[in-house]
């Protein structure tokens, strides 16, 4: 009367199935230590011995000093990381507005000076050294840029 008892695990494709799980699991925990770790030496908030402390606990006894540290500290991760997101990308659009000069092209400069001629703020000899400033200011900069633009293209 012995009938053989056969597990989810005896079977190759369910082995699989649970090899694959638990590898993911493991890469899982890794992304949440490592992303613990980044929090703890972002947080301006906290003191040096804070970090200290919060990274021992984390790395001394991974599994409750990681569980800890989300419930005490989880709902700020969020926002820490939002405000340095929001922070790096003020710095790169305030670098590529210096970077770009602020200048408005020439066709913006042409139509807020033509629109001045129509409204009678600027006569036709002004409009036309204006127009001719613009078109000479812009041709300079594109010899400027022509021959970097020749060398990016020869590459």
């Known amino acids: 009367m012995s009938t053989a008892t056969y597990l989810a695990y005896d079977f190759p494709l369910l082995s699989m199935f649970w090899t694959m799980l ?31 402390g919060w990274l021992l606990f984390v790395i001394l006894l991974p599994f409750l000093g990681v569980l800890v540290y989300v419930i005490a500290r989880g709902k700020n991760m969020g926002h820490r990381e939002i405000a340095q997101a929001r922070a790096q990308q003020e710095a790169f659009d305030s ?11 020439s066709a913006d400069e042409l139509t807020k000076l033509a629109r001045l001629k129509e409204s009678g703020a600027i ?8 127009k001719a400033k613009i078109l000479s200011d812009s041709a300079t900069a594109g010899a400027h840029q022509e021959p970097q633009s020749a060398t990016a293209a020869g590459r």
């Open 22 to 52: 638990w590898f993911f699991l493991w890469i899982m925990w890794f992304i949440l230590l490592f992303r613990i770790i980044v929090d703890i030496f972002r947080d301006d908030q906290l003191s040096g011995w804070g970090k200290a």
């Open 95 to 105: 670098y590529i507005r210096d970077t770009a000069g602020g200048r408005a092209s």
């Open 123 to 130: 006569t036709e000899e002004e409009f036309q050294r204006a």
